[in-house]
């Protein structure tokens, strides 16, 4: 009897020990948030990107220092001007089509499984938030959402001030925003790559088709 009565003291002690540290055990953090991806809006007309004198490029860094670059050439976009006086930018790039400067190997590879997947995910898009006119002028954050490797996030990019009074017409539109690879899985050549990539674009607008 005093044996039976032992075991079950440990017993007692042993789940009471258990259910304490699965109390104090950190919960998993919570995903994200992502804003919802805006529907097609209210418009009241749009400016298309110009496929001939915008600019789209990536910069990443090697384990060592070394700047590796790359450009998007070919992609397609609008600025979407809303009836209560502001405007949202949708801008699609073609990982298929992506290149790295001198390098016909690292272009395959960057359009590879291992990198931008282009087979399974052929389109990075970003759709921002809709927001005041005047942040192409004045420069600022545009915000938004990007969708990339098949995952989608809130990200920003910093507006330059504008060299003039009508930016994306009469002068480019310059921006910039770093993400992080390990947002998106893109986790191919970890010893040689740093994590950071930096998404350059310079943008110039033209009329939209009928």
């Known amino acids: 009897m005093r044996f039976t009565l032992i075991a079950v003291s440990f017993a007692l002690v042993g789940l009471v020990s258990a ?7 950190p919960s998993s953090p919570a995903p994200p948030r992502v804003a919802p991806l ?8 749009s400016l298309r990107i110009d496929p001939v004198r915008s600019r789209f490029g990536f910069e990443l860094r090697t384990r060592w220092g070394l700047r590796v670059s790359g450009a998007f050439p070919r992609y397609d976009g609008e600025v979407v001007r809303l009836p209560d006086g502001r405007q949202q930018v949708r ?13 016909e190997r690292y272009t395959a ?27 192409a002028r ?3 954050r545009l915000r938004g959402v990007l969708t990339l490797h098949g995952v989608r996030r809130n990200e920003s990019f910093a507006l330059q001030p ?10 480019d539109v310059v921006a910039s925003g770093v993400i992080s690879r390990d947002d998106y899985g893109l986790d191919g050549w970890r010893f040689a790559l740093a994590n950071p990539v930096r998404f350059d674009l310079r943008l110039r607008l033209q009329e939209a088709s009928p």
Do not use: K
């Open 19 to 25: 259910a304490r540290l699965h109390a104090q055990q």
């Open 38 to 45: 805006h529907t097609e809006p209210v418009r009241i007309d």
């Open 91 to 103: 801008i699609r790039l073609a990982s298929a089509d992506v290149v790295v400067a001198g390098s």
């Open 109 to 135: 590879l960057a359009r590879g499984e291992n990198f931008f997947d282009a087979q399974r995910y052929p389109m990075i898009e970003f759709v921002s938030e809709p927001h005041p006119r005047r942040l």
């Open 138 to 140: 004045d420069g600022g």
């Open 162 to 171: 504008a060299g003039c009074a009508d930016p994306g017409v009469g002068c």
